[in-house]
């Protein structure tokens, strides 16, 4: 069963690896044979994502986006059944949709603690609406101010805070108003793979908004922890690209560990047993 960590105890966990010349990575978990062997590789955190259940069932990470399921419910259920008894040492963190008007938020948060997740993300999240959309989630009570206070009420819990923004001033208001342990710039669906985006931000733009997105976050809270996430990051390549033009930490995986690392090699698998024979001259049939 994962260990429960304390918030210092998880930073000073992060902040060990980085002080040793270490980048962070984290990874989403899907199911518990994920969590089981992304942790034999040695990431630094485990998030479990609802959008992880849906890569893992073989539809692109959008679905969790849309209202097909009950995302906390999900991440709960998946938690507490598939990935937290298989992980041993790895904080786990839960990934949850703070616009959730259904559920007592502190109370549902206190629950997330006591089954043993050490830290909270704000994911779903209506970040990733914008326009007329998401004006009027703003104005009709259903906006980010949800995913903040929840983040907040995390802190006080002593819950391990990420928080998602995709744009300068979702950064600054998250920052101000939820002071975040680490800020994760979103910068777009994962390109590549059966189910990921054919376009997106190149690496180089990636890396440019991300920067940018940094900047503003540091300016509030200079210890902040800083991790890439999304658009053309598909490779162990993308991520020292990350780190080599950007202030980041390490690394934040989802599709491109999940998803995109079993693609190829179990179609190949299967490929390599069907191409077994009989024995020349023998006739089975």
């Not at 089954?115 to 994911?123: A, K, M």
Request: proline residues 4%; contains cysteine.
């Amino acid at each position: 069963m994962a260990k429960r960590y304390t918030r210092q105890e998880f930073l000073d966990r992060l902040w060990g690896e980085i002080k040793r010349g270490k980048p962070l990575v984290m990874t989403g978990a899907g199911n518990g044979i994920a969590a089981k062997f992304i942790e034999r590789g040695g990431v630094d955190i485990l998030g479990v994502y609802n959008t992880g259940y849906f890569r893992m069932q073989g539809y692109g990470s959008l679905a969790g986006m849309l209202p097909m399921a009950d995302a906390n419910e999900m991440v709960y259920q998946v938690g507490k059944r598939e990935v937290l008894p298989q992980v041993k040492e790895t904080p786990v963190i839960a990934g949850l949709n703070g616009v959730d008007v259904l559920r007592d938020m502190r109370l549902f948060l206190e629950d997330i603690h006591r089954i043993g997740f050490s830290g909270v993300h704000n994911f779903p999240t209506v970040a990733w609406f914008d326009g007329e959309f998401r004006k009027t989630l703003e104005r009709t009570g259903l906006g980010y101010e949800h995913e903040i206070n929840m983040l907040n009420i995390a802190r006080e819990l002593d819950l391990l805070t990420i928080g998602y923004a995709f744009n300068e001033e979702d950064a600054e208001r998250l920052m101000r108003e939820a002071s975040p342990d680490i800020f994760i710039f979103h910068a777009g669906i994962t390109r590549g793979g059966t189910t990921g985006y054919s376009e997106g931000r190149s690496l180089e733009e990636m890396a440019k908004r991300s920067q940018a997105h940094y900047d503003r976050a540091k300016r509030i809270k200079p210890d902040v922890i800083l991790l890439a996430h999304g658009a053309a990051l598909v490779n162990p390549q993308d991520g020292q690209y990350m780190l080599d033009h950007t202030d980041c930490h390490g690394v934040q995986l989802g599709s491109s560990i999940e998803r995109m690392a079993i693609e190829v090699p179990l179609e190949e698998r299967a490929k390599f047993f069907k191409d077994i024979s009989f024995p020349a001259g023998v006739k089975r049939w």
